[in-house]
């Protein structure tokens, strides 16, 4: 039985009367920035990503001192700007505790630092996607799989992770060429596991093509959680993901059933890889997720990494073009959602995260500081440690810059607080890059140095160029101006960010 | 503010006394994308700045591009206002946001929580 007292003193209140503020003659600006997301609002939102939609010309009210309490027209606003703290009445604010702490919260996706592990266990696949940034067709397991030696010198490296939780994701290549090694790993880490007090998640990403009944059964008994790549339709899927003489599309769809059926709907996701024919499909890629009873959706644009780049027929294509498919796709998903189906969209998802909540969320590529190192690390299948999984993709088309170290001949602490890693970190933070600096949306962005030197050749980027940047800054703009626009969707929203899966 | 335009180029004069130049390149950074930017002093009073179309086959409608100008002109001045007069309180907020660091607990304050009660008084 909790007792509260209803004694409280003015001082200790964080809604005082509303009668307190009238007196006010003036305010302290809190550190805000805006953008104008339409041509009557702007967005503010505040150091620790508090955001108020506003008429247009807002901003330069407040900082002309003229939200005036006493104006009854102006009293929601000055509330709202007190409450949500754009505002003080104070030089100092009462509440400065609680603003630190809502800072250091928002930034908590560092406290226990890299989570996911990614162990390239092969490089070897045996599709041939035109879009692939890495694989081999080969039956060369010496050269291209992971050898036991790497396997348990990157186990003992993740062993000295700080996180007491960490990820294990096997990739390939096509990681079930090597499923011999997967299980290899995975006992490994089990012994390891349990002599250092971690808990590991274990991940498998496939294109499901090769998967067995003994495969699925081990995953079973392991928790193993299986991601796959599903690009929509089936002439979409078997145009992107071309395998001889087989229909990959039905290949996939069998596996997923085959995986739901033994491990539960939940350990199973699936990927989009939107390329220049997805582009003009948006709404039967989604139909197709409704149609296999997905509940998510992760619409990612194709990443210019690897052999992508030099595909530039069939792979290059628009930021706006994108962002046209990202949109109708999005409408299609919120149709869905207004008919009674619920289906999320992911990307949206953890960025509504961010804008909505005040929780961290720690996805590699939308972090300030930048997920590379901090909250993911690569081993590659040739023992080669790189900064992220893009990096070692990077690493294929002979551009070393972000690998780290050897497993095997690197300590922890080289590869993890050596010289590279501190020269990235300078770069690694949106708050001081130009133009990042100034932009509203910083706390919903992230950096991403790997991103700017491969499509710009410089880790600090030029923001007016990057696809990053317009694609992101759309993005966000889009998702605040459609809440305030139509409630019924921000409801919507809403209901992707809670728990359900 | 002054405007000069020609088809190949923009030039614009500025009083110095109301925009500074951390203002002017923050601002005319996000024109890079399109045009080769030059700002410069002209004698104390003023800054001009140039615009030169990157692509020189492609013919600028400058009039949609002044208005924005304007207005980014102003956005920027205000960020800068914000920036500088909120500077200490931010340096603040995030010093004593990492100041606990190594702690175990919580920060310790005489704050209240969101629902207006001082956790102290909770008595369990
Ligand atoms: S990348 Fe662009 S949208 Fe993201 S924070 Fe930087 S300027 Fe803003």
Known sequence: ?501 | MEVLQSDSLLKISVNAHVYTDVMLAKCFYWYSNNYEVDFRKSGNENFEITLKPLRTSEVIDWTTIIPKIKQDLIDFKLRQHITDETKTIRELIIAKAFIYFDDEDAPVSEISDPVGFTPQSIKV
């Open chain 1, 1 to 501: 039985m909790m007792a509260i007292s209803t004694k409280t003193t003015d001082h200790s209140r964080k809604f005082k009367d509303f009668g307190d503020f009238l007196s006010t003659p003036g305010y302290a600006l809190l550190p805000f920035k805006f953008h104008r997301i339409s041509e009557e609002k702007e967005v503010l939102v505040n150091e620790i990503g508090d955001f108020l939609v506003t008429p247009s010309g807002t901003a330069a009210r407040i900082v002309a001192r003229e939200v005036n309490p006493e104006n009854p027209s102006d009293l929601e606003l000055y509330a709202d700007l007190i409450a949500n703290f754009f505002i003080s009445p104070s030089p100092l604010p009462d509440l400065i505790e609680v603003l630190a702490t809502r800072y250091r919260t928002k930034k908590s996706f560092l406290d226990y630092f890299t989570s996911l592990h990614i162990f390239v266990i092969s490089l070897r696949c045996e599709h041939t996607c035109h879009y692939c940034q890495v694989s081999r067709v080969t039956t060369d397991k010496n050269r291209f799989d992971m050898s036991q030696f790497h396997i348990d010198e990157g186990i003992a490296m993740m062993m000295k992770s700080p996180n007491p939780r960490v990820t294990m994701e096997f990739q390939g290549g096509e990681a079930l060429l090597a499923f011999e090694n997967i299980v290899y790993a995975v006992e490994k880490t089990k012994m390891e596991a349990d002599k250092h007090g971690k808990h590991v998640t274990y991940v498998v990403c496939t294109n499901l093509a090769l998967l067995s009944d003994e495969m699925v059964q081990y995953f079973y008994a392991n928790n193993i959680l299986v991601s796959t790549s599903l690009d929509g339709p089936a002439f979409i899927h078997n145009k992107n993901r071309h395998k001889a003489n087989a229909n990959s599309h039905q290949l996939v769809i069998d596996g997923i059933h085959k995986c739901r059926e033994i491990l539960g709907e939940e350990n199973v996701s699936a990927l989009v890889t939107t390329t220049t024919l997805s582009l003009e499909y948006p709404e039967e890629i989604v139909d197709e997720y409704v149609r296999l009873g997905f509940h998510n959706i992760f619409l990612r644009p194709i990443s210019p990494y690897g052999f992508a780049t030099r595909n530039t027929n069939k792979n290059k294509y628009e930021t706006a073009r994108f962002l046209d498919f990202y949109k109708k796709a999005l409408a299609r998903i919120i149709q869905y959602n207004i008919e009674g189906y619920f289906i999320r969209e992911d990307y949206a998802s953890i960025i509504l995260k961010k804008i909505l909540t005040p929780f961290p969320v720690g996805y590699v590529d939308l972090q300030s500081p930048a997920g590379l190192i901090t909250n993911v690390i690569v081993f590659n299948y040739d023992g080669s440690i790189y900064a992220s999984d893009e990096a070692r993709m990077l690493a294929e088309m002979n551009d070393q810059t972000f690998k780290l170290g050897t497993l095997g001949e690197n300590t922890y602490e080289e590869i993890f607080y050596g010289g590279k890693a501190a020269a990235l970190s300078e770069v690694m933070v949106n708050e001081s890059l130009p133009g990042c600096s100034e932009c509203a949306f910083q706390s919903y962005c992230g950096a991403d140095p790997v991103f700017n030197h491969t499509t710009q050749g410089d880790l600090i980027g030029h923001r007016p160029t990057s696809s990053f940047c317009q694609r992101n800054m759309e993005i966000i703009r889009y998702l605040i101006e459609t809440m305030d626009r139509n409630k019924e969707i921000e409801k919507i929203f809403r209901s992707w960010i809670t728990d359900r899966s």
